[in-house]
């Protein structure tokens, strides 16, 4: 007969999570380095100055759990954190800070990384950029805690985390750990562990507002210098072209990133939507976009626009919203609206909402 006593314990195992802790010093069989580094002592600690490129921790696969390191940079212009949940060189979760923005909003950053492209203008704010202020050229602690798809940032000594990330944006997959130039980096721990606990409170994915265009048919990748001084597109223009549906996220987004590849003489697609309407009318659609768009209606040209960095000052972030509204002279039946949107860099997206959905309804693609 088994005991009170060990029933209870065993309960009590079956109910914890998985934990696997490991420290991983920067000797070679731990890393493989795609940039320029070096391993030495900064103040106190045995780190490694990693000033160019990943280094990525060797047979490391990571979904759930914490991931601890100290960091140190200088007071100016960089990129550095790190990437988890890697399944390629082109696509992985990634947390960096951004030493010139300290003590603003936007001074660290959350973003999914999908084909190569980051896309932090397309998820920006609350959920995703924190604000917190660092100690340069000193050792900051930095722990991420990632439980499915919620996570959060605490710095140094915090008992409450100063950035939630509501929702990690990738699929849930295990994947590499890799860290980002340029920082010294030291201390790195990983604890796997199946359903970490996290403090903060967070907010569950709205619903879509009404009159939010969710899915788009988007083509494949061509060179925006094909449009040049085009004011008409027609058929014959796309008629080759291949077709992919992409669903939006709930806020309306659709990341083009995530079946785009971005690429030299590929840096723009077409998207499209059938709109019937009950009658001739015009139809305001509020427009988002990153980086830059011209939009057509029944073939014919109404707008061109650009939101790409610095686009409007040299403090301008090119990030996305509804700041643009096209009138749209819809007729009686069916109409194909078809938005070219063209990328730089920092997140290829598009966002579409009418003001009113009354005589109009989108049509399956």
């Not at 200088?74 to 550095?80: E, W």
């Not at 990690?168 to 340029?182: C, H, N, S, T, V």
């Not at 109404?302 to 996305?320: A, W």
Request: charge should be negative.
């Amino acid at each position: 007969m088994v005991s009170k006593k060990i029933l209870t314990l065993a309960i009590f195992f079956l109910s914890v999570s998985t934990v696997f802790a490991q420290d991983y010093s920067f000797n070679d069989a731990n890393w493989e380095f795609s940039g320029d580094y070096a391993i030495e002592n900064y103040k106190g600690k045995t780190s490694l100055n990693l000033t160019k490129g990943f280094a990525r921790l060797k047979n490391t696969s990571f979904e759930n759990g914490i991931i601890e390191f100290d960091i140190a940079v200088p007071q100016k212009r960089s990129f550095p954190g790190i990437g988890f949940r890697g399944q390629d060189d082109n696509n992985y979760e990634e947390f960096y800070i951004r030493p010139h923005q300290s003590g603003n909003p936007d001074a660290t950053q959350y973003t999914p990384v999908f084909n190569g492209l980051a896309g932090w203008q397309l998820y920006h704010g609350e959920g995703y950029s924190g604000q917190i202020a660092f100690n340069f050229d000193e050792w900051m602690h930095v722990k991420i805690v990632i439980n499915g798809v919620k996570g959060e940032v605490y710095l140094d000594n915090m008992d409450e985390p100063f950035l939630l990330i509501h929702e990690l944006k990738r699929d849930q997959l295990a994947g590499w750990i890799g860290l980002k130039a340029p920082a010294i980096f030291a201390n790195l721990k990983v604890s796997s562990e199946d359903s970490p606990k996290l403090k903060g409170d967070f907010k569950s994915d709205s619903s879509p507002q009404p009159g939010t265009i969710m899915e788009w048919s988007v083509s494949n990748e061509f060179d925006e210098k094909l449009l040049d001084n085009v004011t008409e597109i027609t058929q014959g223009f796309y008629s080759n072209m291949e077709w992919k549906v992409l669903n939006c996220e709930n806020s309306g987004l659709a990341n083009l990133a995530k079946i785009s590849q971005l690429g030299e003489g590929a840096n723009t697609v077409l998207v499209k939507q059938n709109i019937t309407s009950s009658t001739d009318q015009l139809k305001a659609l509020k427009l988002g976009f990153s980086d830059r768009i011209k939009v057509f209606c029944n073939g014919k040209i109404l707008f061109s626009g650009q939101n790409e960095f610095k686009s409007r000052d040299y403090r301008y972030l090119g990030t996305i919203g509804y700041f643009n509204t096209v009138y749209l002279p819809l007729k009686k039946g069916e109409n194909e609206i078809i938005i070219a949107v063209s990328e730089n860099f920092g997140g290829w997206g598009i966002k579409a909402i009418f003001s009113d959905m009354e005589g109009i309804k989108p049509l399956d693609n």
